[in-house]
């Protein structure tokens, strides 16, 4: 698909919105919140209110993030949990929200912890509730020094040892889309699965190539993440100056239909309540890394699985001690490890013709231990926020942990 922005425009009016957004930047993100980390949390706002049990806990990464991860041990009615633990990872500018948004009965996180299951509940740096660090702040520039390769490396082990290590058990996983993606590149490695029983992978990402998001496509072919970068804006803050001049210059393009964000970006969803828009704005989208930004744009322009590509020999040479930086290679992950791929025919971020490209790359895969589930009405948000997933992806899931 061609795109009408001449470079040289985006370029000029990148330089005028992102200069004056870089100066006058503070948005809420990047306010220090550790007193307020103390007194609110997702327990709170989200999960204790629907009546059930929670518990905050902190998880330190290797490199220094501190990371919040709540914990439902039980379900509504009283009952502890007993069935094993089961750890959600949610997906880009979410954070462990997305699971808990909808109602009692529409939630994945709880329908599982109704369902006997010991439920935990991951969040990236960067969130709301994960922005601690043990010597960096997050007005620090260094603090955003990461891409997904430190999500792969730092957090999602971190994240799985400690459940691991709190329960003595192994453990269930579920991710959603960037949750797929830094699980795959993981598991490519070799990396947690000694501590998992399966994974789950809702709207699975591994590749972006033939990604067809008009919006996504257009401000990776326009490089417009790195445009940030260059000028110093490293916090990607969806609510800042800074990533609203962005949009606006791709909704300049006359292929860009920003009338409704949520499709544009991720695909008619079929089955999302309207009223879940003004519930999901109260909480997100929240920020990443414009270097997380620069690493998923390089993926949608090369249709390739690797490592951040610092965008030169010499660098990726000092960085990896190769020229060009390594794969994670899809067809290295382990053939007797059990997954659920759930996929939907209208989703725009996690595109079918990518995710064929993935099925293609585990063709070789133990039959028994992998279930691909197809939905064609099914766009990117409806496997966290359909009315319906209850009975299209939630009950087969649970029957799938059953079996494993």
């Known amino acids: ?18 200069s004056k957004a870089a100066r006058n930047l503070n948005p809420i993100g990047n306010q220090d919140e550790s007193s307020l980390v103390s007194q609110v949390g997702i327990c709170s706002l989200l999960i204790e209110t629907q009546g059930y049990m929670c518990e905050e806990h902190k998880v330190t990464t290797k490199d220094g993030y501190i990371l919040s991860l709540q914990h439902i041990p039980g379900g509504r009615d009283g009952t502890k949990a007993d069935k094993p633990p089961v750890l959600l990872q949610h997906g880009v500018l979410m954070d462990g929200g997305t699971w808990v948004l909808n109602s009692r009965d529409e939630s994945l996180g709880f329908i599982l912890a109704d369902g006997g ?23 620090d520039p260094a603090y955003w020094e990461w891409s997904w390769d430190e999500l792969v490396a730092y957090d999602l082990p971190a994240s799985i040892r400690f459940v691991h290590d709190q329960t003595g058990q192994n453990l269930h996983y579920i991710g959603h889309s960037l949750g797929t993606l830094i699980a795959f590149s993981a598991f490519s490695k070799d990396q947690t699965l000694n501590m998992l029983r399966s994974a789950v992978l809702l709207s699975p990402i591994a590749y972006l190539g033939q990604m067809s998001s008009t919006l996504a496509r257009a401000g990776a072919d326009a490089f417009l993440g790195e445009t940030m970068y260059w000028l110093g804006v490293h916090e990607f803050a969806p609510r800042g100056e800074a990533v609203a001049g962005l949009l606006s210059v791709i909704c300049m393009n006359p292929g860009s239909d920003c009338s409704d964000l949520m499709t544009s970006f991720t695909g008619p969803n079929c089955c999302v309540d309207s009223s879940m828009t003004d519930r999901f704005l109260e909480h997100e989208p929240q920020s ?3 270097k997380n930004m620069i690493h998923l744009a390089q993926m949608i322009r090369t ?20 020229a060009t930086p390594p794969v994670y290679d899809m067809g290295s992950i382990p053939k007797d490890f059990p997954m659920y791929l759930s996929y939907g025919g209208a989703d725009e971020l996690s ?6 490209t993935l099925l293609e790359s585990v063709k070789d895969h133990d039959q028994d231990k992998l279930v691909v589930q197809y939905k064609e009405d099914y766009a990117h948000a409806d496997f966290v926020f359909a ?18």
Not at 5 to 16: A, D, E, G, Q, R
Not at 119 to 127: D, K, L, M, Q, Y
Not at 303 to 322: P, S, V, W
């Open 1 to 18: 698909m061609a795109y009408t922005i001449p470079i040289t425009i985006v370029i000029f009016l990148n330089l005028i919105l992102i």
């Open 117 to 139: 299951f010991d439920v935990w509940i991951a969040n990236t740096r960067g969130t709301n509730f994960s922005r601690g660090h043990t010597s960096l702040s997050p007005s």
């Open 351 to 356: 595109d079918v013709q990518d995710v064929k």
């Open 387 to 404: 009315v319906n997933a209850k009975e299209v992806v939630y009950d087969p899931v649970m029957t799938f942990f059953n079996m494993h």
């Open 288 to 290: 990443t890394s414009t």
């Open 303 to 322: 249709g390739t699985i690797t490592m951040y590509d610092y965008g030169n020999a010499n660098d990726n040479e000092r960085h990896y001690g190769q």
